[in-house]
């Protein structure tokens, strides 16, 4: 099943929230999940406790939102990831998306702040 959400990538590893693409209703041609990176990162922090000195933004992060009218999902991303083969890779896996139309684009909002 096909999904879209958010993501963090840290020492090859994937963080992530993820929903179903379908249950995600298209709003001007696209499906985005309404998680937000601030929201979900307590529950990253308390499941994983070596970030518990971290904020969300202090971690290569990104998001998966598919374009209705090119049948695309869209990557948007920080340069660590855009550049890095292993977490496009955990990305694709991750999200369902190995054989799907997937573009990676770098997005200066999900730059690291620190």
């Known amino acids: 099943m096909k999904n879209i959400g958010l993501f963090w990538v840290y020492e090859n590893q994937i963080f992530y929230e993820l929903q179903k693409l379908k249950d ?21 922090k308390k499941q994983h406790p070596k970030f518990y000195l971290y904020n969300y933004e202090d971690i290569p992060r990104g998001r998966v939102v598919y374009n209705i009218n090119f049948n695309q999902y869209i990557v948007y991303c920080n340069e660590n990831i855009y550049k890095d083969d292993i977490s496009k890779n955990l990305i694709l896996l991750t999200f369902d998306l190995l054989n799907e139309n997937v573009i990676f684009k770098k997005d200066e909002h999900y730059q690291i702040k620190c």
């Open 24 to 44: 995600i209703k298209s709003i001007n041609g696209f499906k985005d999940s309404n998680l937000s990176h601030y929201k979900v990162w307590d529950k990253v």
